[in-house]
């Protein structure tokens, strides 16, 4: 069975931060380049993050640009999103997603294989 799971969410305090790790079961992340997405309540998803299969290029979201940071792990089969600076802004679902090409996208419609999610809330 295909998976990915999702982890590392929580309730943090603004400024603070949180490592998100997205780790699949069922296939190796070697050749997909994977996203990172968030959903707040009564907003459309966003992509905020993605990692090209071999880990070369990445692309971040204006929101998230210089404070979240995403990297891979091939060998742990694993993608992590290092988020820094948080905000309460940032409160949301997070997902990661897997797509079978090389080059990484934003837009939510280019991926087939979706984590189930994992809450951050950013709060005092």
């Known amino acids: 069975q295909l998976q990915l799971v999702e982890s590392g969410g929580g309730l943090v305090q603004p400024g603070g931060s949180l490592r998100l790790s997205c780790a699949a079961s069922?296939?190796?992340?070697?050749?997909?380049?994977i996203g990172w997405f968030r959903q707040a309540p009564g907003k459309e998803r966003e992509g905020i993050s993605c990692?090209?299969?071999?880990?070369?290029?990445?692309n971040y979201a204006g929101s998230v640009k210089g404070r979240f940071t995403i990297s891979r792990d091939n060998a742990k089969n694993t993608v992590y999103l290092q988020m820094n600076s948080l905000k309460p802004e940032d409160t949301a679902a997070y997902y990661c997603?897997?797509?079978?090409?090389?080059?990484?996208?934003?837009?939510?419609?280019?991926?087939?294989?979706w984590g189930q999610g994992t809450q951050v809330t950013v709060s005092s």
């Open positions: 997603a897997a797509r079978s090409r090389l080059v990484c996208s934003l837009a939510s419609y280019d991926y087939v294989y």
């Open positions: 990692i090209s299969s071999l880990g070369s290029s990445t």
């Open positions: 069922g296939f190796t992340l070697d050749a997909d380049a």
